[in-house]
């Protein structure tokens, strides 16, 4: 069996662990009443706030590539939102090498420098995330749920910054394991590696412009809040006993606990994983279990929901197969 369908059985497994978790012990009628009392029209504003979110992702993934190419945002957006929606419907995150494929194809350049680029947006994410939940516990003490997320992805994402920068300013030891490595392979093999490497090299480059970082770190701090936008609104459409002043904080919870817990592997589109720690966000403040997962499922109907629609609409217009995309992406990664 393929290392492809081993990653898509873990993921289905962990989704039924997550999903079986959210939903223990809990009266799965209350949460239908829930949902049956919730106000949809809210769905909107919650949906604006997200698509506002990818379009200065779109901005930030430009500033990355902007050392190696410009590329209009205009070019940019619809790669991007087809890369999510590839996520949503493909196994083990496919959309992201989905992604690095599309763009490296329409644009002409290394998809290991696209996939760099990838990678970096993600690291700053990860980084962001975590200063969200750092400011959160200046305000209230963070559930043990939420310790432990703040420990497992500092250890990820910082040892991914310490990677990066030891990468770009002192590649001498890389360069020489990999000299080493390749030794031991084919001749053609050898040198497209070397070369995929020297690709991947300079598609972090944008972290080596120190003047770019405070734009990059901006950028990324505005995505979160629009997302954290997003899920606000949504507080406002259940019966939650929160006070105004909890509101924004229970969502920037839901928002990093949600999005940091979602790196455990997972069936396409999160499902399980986001609702089992949305939930526990909630749970944090308080909330009724079966009105937390009422908003969880709300929270990623309208998120998956839009994004995948606008992926559908993308690659109807481009004349592109998602399931081709797959298959032509899966080799290069």
């Given at each position: 069996?393929s290392?492809?369908?081993?990653?898509?059985?873990?993921?289905?497994?962990?989704?039924?662990?997550?999903?079986?978790?959210?939903?223990?012990?809990?009266?799965?009628?209350?949460?239908?009443?829930?949902?049956?009392?919730?106000?949809?029209?809210?769905g909107?504003?919650?949906?604006?706030?997200?698509?506002?979110?990818y379009?200065?992702?779109?901005?930030?993934?430009?500033?990355?590539?902007?050392?190696?190419?410009?590329?209009?945002v205009?070019?940019?957006?619809?790669?991007?939102?087809?890369?999510?929606?590839?996520?949503?419907?493909?196994?083990?995150?496919?959309?992201?090498?989905?992604?690095?494929?599309?763009?490296?194809?329409?644009?002409?350049?290394?998809?290991?420098?696209?996939?760099?680029?990838?990678?970096?947006?993600?690291?700053?994410?990860?980084?962001?995330?975590?200063?969200?939940?750092?400011?959160?516990?200046?305000?209230?003490?963070?559930?043990?749920?939420?310790?432990?997320?703040?420990?497992?992805?500092?250890?990820?994402?910082?040892?991914?910054?310490?990677?990066?920068?030891?990468?770009?300013?002192?590649?001498?030891?890389?360069?020489?394991?990999?000299?080493?490595?390749?030794?031991?392979?084919?001749?053609?093999?050898?040198?497209?590696?070397?070369?995929?490497?020297?690709?991947?090299?300079?598609?972090?480059?944008?972290?080596?412009?120190?003047?770019?970082?405070?734009?990059?770190?901006?950028?990324?701090?505005?995505?979160?809040?629009?997302?954290?936008?997003?899920?606000?609104?949504?507080?406002?459409?259940?019966?939650?006993?929160?006070?105004?002043?909890?509101?924004?904080?229970?969502?920037?919870?839901?928002?990093?606990?949600?999005?940091?817990?979602?790196?455990?592997?997972?069936s396409?589109?999160?499902?399980?994983?986001?609702?089992?720690f949305?939930m526990?966000?909630?749970?944090?403040?308080?909330?009724?279990?079966?009105?937390?997962?009422?908003?969880?499922?709300?929270?990623?109907?309208?998120?998956?929901?839009?994004?995948?629609?606008?992926?559908?609409?993308?690659?109807?217009?481009?004349?592109?197969?998602?399931?081709?995309?797959?298959?032509?992406?899966?080799?290069?990664?």
């Amino acid at each position: 069996m393929s290392r492809r369908r081993w990653g898509a059985l873990l993921g289905l497994a962990l989704t039924l662990l997550f999903a079986a978790l959210a939903v223990y012990n809990l009266d799965l009628s209350q949460v239908g009443t829930a949902l049956a009392r919730a106000n949809y029209w809210l769905g909107f504003p919650a949906m604006l706030f997200t698509a506002l979110g990818y379009l200065v992702r779109t901005l930030r993934w430009r500033a990355i590539l902007a050392p190696t190419k410009e590329i209009r945002v205009i070019r940019l957006f619809p790669v991007l939102v087809i890369g999510f929606a590839a996520n949503n419907l493909l196994p083990v995150r496919m959309g992201e090498f989905v992604r690095a494929y599309l763009l490296g194809s329409q644009e002409e350049i290394s998809k290991s420098l696209s996939f760099a680029t990838i990678v970096v947006e993600r690291v700053l994410d990860g980084l962001t995330l975590i200063g969200v939940l750092l400011g959160i516990s200046i305000f209230i003490a963070l559930p043990t749920l939420g310790q432990q997320v703040v420990y497992f992805a500092a250890l990820i994402f910082l040892g991914a910054t310490l990677a990066l920068f030891v990468l770009l300013y002192h590649p001498t030891p890389f360069r020489r394991v990999l000299e080493a490595l390749l030794r031991w392979a084919p001749a053609p093999l050898a040198v497209r590696l070397d070369r995929m490497a020297l690709s991947f090299i300079q598609g972090v480059q944008a972290l080596r412009q120190r003047r770019r970082l405070p734009a990059l770190a901006i950028l990324s701090l505005a995505v979160w809040l629009l997302e954290a936008g997003s899920y606000w609104v949504l507080t406002w459409a259940f019966s939650f006993t929160l006070s105004p002043a909890e509101r924004p904080l229970a969502a920037l919870l839901v928002l990093a606990l949600a999005n940091l817990g979602i790196l455990i592997p997972s069936s396409p589109g999160y499902v399980g994983t986001f609702h089992f720690f949305a939930m526990s966000a909630l749970i944090a403040f308080g909330a009724e279990r079966e009105l937390a997962l009422s908003y969880a499922i709300l929270s990623h109907a309208t998120q998956y929901l839009l994004i995948t629609g606008l992926g559908v609409v993308f690659l109807w217009r481009a004349n592109l197969s998602l399931t081709r995309l797959g298959n032509e992406a899966a080799p290069e990664s």
